[in-house]
């Protein structure tokens, strides 16, 4: 749309009007000023469309949320109706202090015996700390009464069972980092302290990551050996990792509508990976050996996608039907 400035009213009767023959100045009326038009339609619909993109749309909002979601995963399980439920619930409810899971503090001398009071002194008040805990419901050590067959019999290495008030999966990770860290402050030069058991173990996880990266590593060597070229072992994986990654956001967000275990990301990369590198290679197999019984490499292909189908549905038993994918 072009504007153009509207002319002043001298300049209306100099354009427009003959010369004036009279000796006194006469005076002109200026014209009335237009209406100012409405505006267009189109700078309407301009409006609109840039309103429209300024307000973040569903799926704008939608990325937001699955970003902001995080995970919340389920830790806790039961299995009703069975011997090992029936009989974990006669125990909560008759020692509550001692239902839960049961872990162990180790701690062993360079030289002496556990029994010397140098060691007591250290490792019995941090005993008594971690039975004051939240959480803990009972601490078992070697220098209690009955406790003498937690020691070995050369005396330098000893234990005591920490017992906590909930399973595993139910005791709060700031907690089993309280007894870790209690427990590893009466260390000293000659004096080893160590923990283990499965809730101790939540503790000392590997970084995510590692497994799966060595997965790939090891299948990429896998890939370029069977297909011989760079590109051709580049494209299963990275169809691999797509869909690996799309699953676990799937999965994250799933978490927040049922219960979803902990451990199901880890299986799913596992599944994931394992399943679109494996069909890749049942393919590219069936396509040759197609080829080397004298098909065209058009048949050759469509068999191979045809009967590569069932094993990868089954990768822990590839040929153990009688399917003709396995023929």
Not at 213 to 240: C, D, E, K, N
Not at 259 to 271: H, K, N, Q, T
Request: proline share 9%; with cysteine; aromatic share 4%.
């Amino acid at each position: 749309m072009i504007v153009t400035a509207s002319p002043s009213p001298q300049a209306v009767r100099t354009a427009t009007s003959p010369p004036c023959a009279c000796t006194t100045p006469c005076t002109i009326a200026s014209p009335s000023p237009l209406p100012a038009p409405p505006p267009a339609r189109k700078n309407r619909s301009k409006i609109r469309a840039a309103s429209s993109r300024a307000r973040p749309g569903p799926s704008s909002a939608t990325h937001s949320r699955g970003t902001a979601a995080g995970t919340d995963y389920a830790n806790e399980f039961s299995l009703p109706n069975t011997d090992s439920t029936r009989a974990y619930q006669l125990l909560e409810k008759a020692f509550p202090q001692a239902a839960g899971d049961t872990d162990t503090v180790v701690w062993k001398v360079d030289e002496g015996s556990v029994r010397d009071e140098s060691v007591r002194s250290r490792i019995e008040p941090k005993l008594a700390e971690i039975a004051k805990m939240a959480g803990v419901g009972a601490v078992a050590g070697p220098y209690a009464p009955g406790g003498a067959a937690q020691i070995s019999e050369n005396g330098r290495i000893a234990y005591a069972r920490v017992t906590f008030t909930e399973q595993a999966n139910g005791v709060p990770k700031d907690t089993i980092e309280n007894v870790v860290e209690t427990a590893r402050s009466a260390e000293r030069d000659g004096l080893q302290v160590e923990l283990g058991g499965q809730a101790i173990a939540k503790t000392q996880d590997p970084p995510a990551g590692i497994a799966e990266t060595v997965g790939i590593l090891a299948a990429a060597v896998v890939l370029f050996l069977a297909f011989g070229s760079f590109f051709a072992m580049l494209l299963p994986l990275v169809v691999a990792v797509a869909a690996l990654g799309t699953g676990l956001m799937t999965i994250a967000l799933l978490s927040h509508v049922t219960d979803v275990p902990e451990f199901a990301p880890l299986l799913g990369s596992l599944i994931g990976l394992g399943v679109g590198i494996d069909y890749a290679l049942f393919i590219v197999t069936r396509h040759r050996r197609g080829i080397l019984r004298g098909a065209r490499p058009e048949d050759a292909a469509a068999t191979a996608l045809n009967t590569s189908g069932a094993p990868s549905c089954s990768p822990a038993a590839p040929c153990a039907s009688r399917s003709p994918a396995c023929w």
